[in-house]
């Protein structure tokens, strides 16, 4: 096996600079290097080739025939390793690679919909890939590593593996079939319901849960969806009472009304991502995007 000569990307710099300029001294100047250091790096880059590359004429050198594909190796190398840094630094800067996000249909239709479109905008070259979900598929896509970054209602205890930042506070009001603008008709909490609400196991059911016990309000559930919009779709059929966010419960021709001015309860939407996993800065741009709304 032929051994490999042990060559440096500068050392290659050096012959294509020099092949490309009337003096060594110009050369060098291209490259921010002294003469002497120029002339040494090519001094030893000819000793690793074992091939003389540079004939004396007078005060200047120019290269031997047989330099030719040494010089035309050397181009190809600085050329691939400039777009190497080039495509280095463009990583560092999350201006390029793919991002898995996931969101809840409150973040990515509502409440981040324009901070999306503004990161998009900024970053084209970055492939963002959109899933929305209800948060608990969310956080098992994120724990297996199928999504990146995942907006969603916070977990009511503490996923191992998983950190977060908050991202924003929602008020959830009530509303009824019967719901008059001004809280105005709603009754005293004992008297509400039933409800149409999210699936058992839901993150924003187990908020809303607690919070109509704390009111003393009945939680008799007759109908269920993942959808906040079905669930608005099933208050204006008449099916039964829902706690939704305002900005779903308002985005229809003919907007829910609120049974009392008050939220009934709140939730926290958080950005989470796996704690265990290197800083990817695509990632990072894309998580400071939508913190700052």
Do not use: K
Request: glycine share 8%; hydrophobic share 45%.
């Amino acid at each position: 096996m032929t051994t490999l000569p042990n060559l440096t990307v500068q050392q290659l710099e050096y012959l294509v600079a020099a092949a490309a300029s009337p003096t060594r001294a110009v050369a060098a100047g291209s490259l921010g290097v002294t003469p002497s250091a120029l002339t040494q790096g090519l001094a030893e880059l000819e000793r690793r080739v074992g091939v003389s590359l540079f004939e004396r004429s007078g005060r200047s050198t120019r290269l031997r025939p047989q330099a030719a594909e040494v010089l035309a190796h050397a181009r190809r190398v600085v050329a691939e390793t400039r777009d190497l840094a080039r495509w280095a630094e463009t990583r560092r800067s999350g201006s390029t690679g793919t991002v898995h996000l996931g969101t809840i249909d409150a973040v990515a239709v509502h409440h981040r919909a324009d901070a999306i479109r503004r990161h998009r905008r900024t970053v084209p070259d970055v492939d963002l890939r959109l899933t929305v979900a209800p948060s608990g598929a969310l956080l098992d896509a994120l724990l297996v590593g199928d999504l990146d970054l995942v907006a969603c209602v916070e977990p009511t205890t503490p996923v191992p593996g998983v950190e977060t930042l908050p991202l924003l506070d929602e008020p959830l009001h009530a509303y009824s079939p019967d719901g008059a603008p001004g809280g105005v008709g709603a009754g005293p909490p004992s008297t509400w319901g039933p409800w149409v609400t999210y699936p058992t196991g839901s993150h924003t059911r187990r908020v809303i849960g607690r919070a109509l016990a704390e009111l003393g309000a009945p939680f008799d559930v007759v109908a269920e969806s993942n959808q906040p919009e079905v669930l608005r779709e099933m208050v204006r059929l008449g099916l039964g009472w829902a706690v939704l966010p305002e900005a779903q419960a308002a985005a229809a021709a003919e907007p829910l009304a609120r049974v009392r001015r008050r939220p009934v309860a709140e939730r926290r939407i958080v950005l989470a991502r796996r704690a265990d996993v290197p800083g990817d800065a695509a990632v990072d741009a894309l998580a400071d995007a939508l913190l700052s709304g």
